[in-house]
């Protein structure tokens, strides 16, 4: 079956679990999506699946000899790629309910909100230089970027002022904490990268829910064993109790009254 499907990020939202608690949520538009090409190991060099969303206002004609070639009479407007099991044909559509299921653990990829040109601090989280002795001009500035002669030259990959934000951002391990079949939406837990109506690609995760054990509640001892309380112990009772020797019975009573007469 296939392992991921193309939707659209709605929203944030809020849900609230057994206990009360609001837990941060993500609410997705995952419409069926269209098989647009099924890719072989022995022609293509691996197996994957061409998977459509949406519809393009302005195809291109190779994208509309391709839809056309699936069979379809419209260009879906965004394309991606997952890997699957069995046998699938190009044409068919898929919906949300033959991928995932309420509990599933999914890894969510998009593209970052773009933030334009940064700076060090706002960037990479630099301090800055000191606020004393009039250094006014240097409260944002990076410092020092490289040594004199040695090397003589900045290392690349320096963290630096730049573009930030706008790059392609995987989030893994969201649970999906519900599943709506008929408005094709699902909710998962926590954020997701991307601003509201962007593309992602939702993909079934590796990693495996976490286990909830019933926390192991000690016994409470019981005062005098198992049998407190119950009638095996009250018989005990009574016949381990010392009998009252000063106390007469009513045969020993009879027997000196006859004695006395």
Known sequence: MVKGLIGKKINMTQVFDS?????????????????????????????????????????????????????????PRDVREVSFDGELKSGKYISVDQVFRKGYLVDVSGLSKGKGFAGVVKRWGFAGGPRT????????????????????????????????????????GLEIIDLDKEKSEIIVKGSIPGATGNIVLIKKSKKEPKAYHEPEIPAVPQIGGEKE?????????????????????????????????
Do not use: C, W
């Open 19 to 75: 206990h009360g608690r609001s837990v941060p949520a993500t609410r997705l538009q995952v419409d069926p999506n269209v098989i647009l090409q099924v890719k072989e190991l022995e022609k293509d060099g691996y197996k994957s699946i061409q998977l459509g969303f949406g519809k393009s206002k302005k195809p291109t004609k190779p994208a509309t000899g391709h839809a056309k070639a699936a069979g379809l009479d419209f260009v």
């Open 133 to 172: 002795h009039g250094q006014s001009d240097r409260e944002r500035a990076a410092g020092s970027i490289g040594a004199t002669t040695t090397p003589g030259r900045v290392f690349k990959g320096m963290k630096m002022a730049g573009h930030m934000g706008n790059q392609q951002v995987t989030t893994r």
């Open 229 to 261: 309380g119950t009638k095996e112990a009250e018989a005990e009772q009574k016949e381990a109790k010392p009998k009252d020797h000063g106390a007469e019975t009513t045969e020993q009573k009879t027997s000196q009254e006859q004695e006395d007469a």
